[in-house]
């Protein structure tokens, strides 16, 4: 058990799809075996995009049910809800008033928004609120309130967690050292998960394989990839095949050495490497697709492990939140 505290958060908008999970969720699972993690669904976070409490409550139970039908060990990570940790809007408050405006300018999920506006014509401000633009310090908070080490994150959040780690040095500057400096840990196979048409499998692309969908649709998935017309017969080149490149993420290192000689190998056709791959995959997830029923079947089940874990949380939030009332306010 290694001495680091990790942290991350997950947005309440929707069930992951196998991209996330073999680029986001698997990794934060194993690594939760070895270090105390602190693990939240950031509902808070949700709210500058979804207006509609029943959608993020349902999206919520749907995260929280699939982490634990995952296998994330409840003896080294707390899960908890990030509304739920009240000092987490109390500390976003205070650390705004030693935040740079200018940082606020410069995060790419703000100019995203002010260049589409410029590109349309619109103003620079057209449909941003001040969740989204003041979206850094709430996650600063969430990183800051638990004396994080390492945020395991997907690229797109690297900023944001450099960010945390700007706004710590700044409260440190003034009032002393209060807060340690976090640093983002990004997975190298984060955000390489092949989709159906060989692009990075992402909603907006329109072509993700669901995580939880019942088998006949995962087949059809996959059974959808998209091959050139190579003939089973015709030796193929395993290291340009979404097929095997997804496989690797479902086998061991011998049955991905037996495939990928198998799959360059004439005899072997595109519809039976995909029907390999489909039983793999299907071996994999069935079980996690069946606790995640049951979970969602039995959400009481879900709130216990919920409050237990805002309980844990609460009582670190609440020592260090009391430290930097004492020095902003004595
Ligand atoms: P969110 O909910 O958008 O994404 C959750 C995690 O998944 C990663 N991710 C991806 N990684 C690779 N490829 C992709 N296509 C992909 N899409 C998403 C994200 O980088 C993230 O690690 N702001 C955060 C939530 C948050 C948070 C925090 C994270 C709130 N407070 C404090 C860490 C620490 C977010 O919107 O993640």
Same mark, same amino acid.
Not at 81 to 85: A, K, L
Not at 122 to 128: F, R
């Given at each position: 058990m290694s001495e680091k505290i990790v942290l991350t958060g997950i947005k309440p908008t929707g069930i992951p799809h196998i991209g996330n999970y073999v680029g986001a969720l698997k990794p934060l699972i194993e690594m939760a075996r070895h270090n105390k993690t602190y693990m939240f669904i950031a509902d808070l976070h949700a709210l500058n995009t979804i207006h509609d409490a029943a959608q993020i409550r349902r999206h919520t139970y749907e995260i929280a049910a699939l982490l634990m039908a995952a296998g994330l060990d409840l003896e080294n990570a707390v899960l908890f809800?990030?509304? =739920?940790?009240v000092q987490v809007s109390q500390l976003a408050t205070m650390l705004m008033n030693v935040t740079p405006k200018g940082l606020m300018n410069r995060a790419h999920s703000y100019k995203a928004s002010v260049d589409k506006n410029t590109a349309a014509g619109?103003?620079? =401000?057209? *449909?941003?609120n001040m969740g989204l633009y003041t979206y850094p310090v709430l996650m600063a908070a969430d990183i800051l309130l638990y004396g994080t080490d390492i945020v395991p994150v997907g690229a797109d959040q690297k900023q944001h967690v450099e960010f945390a780690r700007d706004i710590a040095g700044y409260f440190n500057k003034i009032y002393g050292e209060t807060f340690k400096l976090p640093e983002p840990a990004i997975g190298q =196979?984060? *955000?390489?998960? #092949?989709g159906l048409d060989g692009r990075k499998m992402s909603k907006s692309y329109d072509n993700t394989i669901p995580l939880l969908c019942p088998e006949n649709e995962l087949k059809k998935k996959i059974m959808r990839i998209i091959t050139d017309s190579k003939m089973p017969d015709e030796p193929k080149d395993p290291d340009a095949s979404t097929i095997v490149q997804l496989y690797a993420h479902f086998a061991n290192a011998d049955e991905l050495a037996d495939f990928r000689a198998r799959f360059a190998a #004439? *005899?072997? *056709?595109y519809g039976m490497a995909k029907t390999e791959l489909f039983d793999k995959v299907n071996a994999a997830l069935t079980p996690v697709r069946m606790e995640y029923e049951r979970l969602m079947a039995n959400p009481a089940e879900i709130d216990a492990v919920l409050a237990a874990g805002a309980e844990h949380a609460r009582a670190v939030a609440e020592q260090t939140y009391n430290r930097v009332k004492h020095a902003m306010l004595g």
């Open positions: 809800r990030q509304s =739920d940790i619109l103003d620079t =401000d057209a *449909g941003v =196979d984060t *955000g390489i998960i #092949p #004439p *005899g072997m *056709g």
